[in-house]
């Protein structure tokens, strides 16, 4: 299945009170494929589905990250973490937090701890990784967001931010290693098992 504009539930605009605990609830209500995220860009509520390819990169981030950081490293994956801007609440792909980080009291992650973040392109919502969310983790200050591109087979990498958008990209094609030791990640990514879509 694939999202269109159609058939994103625009809450926000039919109830201007609603807040992301109020949306995230009636998500929770609602019946939803297994298999699909749902996650709230600028008050829309978009359901995007894990596919192999998808799952396989996000994998390959964590697994880099787990063996560069080890694995009691607050490495996580589709859990909600409230952003800056207009009811953004994203459900990152790959994110990893700082060492001290601590959930609030109703069990979330704080922005501010966001370290890193690495969003897989699915072709329905990739203009949300592209355009929104990157906006929205250049206003968190989010040190470095890496995409991943498997309909280019490239991964875009964005660092220094700097009020909504980032001063830095670096592209680089599927296969060939990711420098990232001039982060706070310090480490190099390698892309080999990148699969293409």
């Known amino acids: 299945m694939t999202v269109v504009e159609s058939d994103r539930i625009d809450m926000a605009e039919s109830d201007p009170e609603w807040t992301l605990d109020e949306m995230f609830e009636a998500i929770e209500r609602m019946p939803l494929f297994e298999g699909y995220k749902a996650e709230i860009v600028e008050g829309a509520v978009v359901m995007s589905p894990h596919r192999h390819v998808h799952a396989r990169i996000m994998r390959l981030i964590m697994r880099a990250l787990e063996d560069g950081f080890g694995m009691d490293a607050l490495v996580s994956f589709d859990e909600r973490i409230d952003f800056p801007g207009h009811l953004n609440g994203f459900c990152p792909d790959v994110v990893k937090l700082r060492d001290t980080a601590e959930q609030t009291s109703a069990g979330l992650w704080r922005y501010q701890d966001v370290e890193f973040v690495a969003e897989v392109v699915s072709r ?45 990209e670096t592209t680089v094609a599927f296969g060939e290693p990711i420098d990232l030791a001039h982060t706070p990640l310090g480490l190099v990514l390698d892309t080999v098992g990148f699969p293409r879509d």
């Open 124 to 168: 329905s919502t990739g203009m949300n990784d592209y355009g929104p969310k990157k906006t929205a983790y250049a206003a968190a200050e989010v040190p470095v967001y890496l995409i991943a591109d498997p309909y280019q087979g490239r991964c875009h990498v964005y660092t220094r931010p700097k009020e909504d958008d980032y001063a830095m």
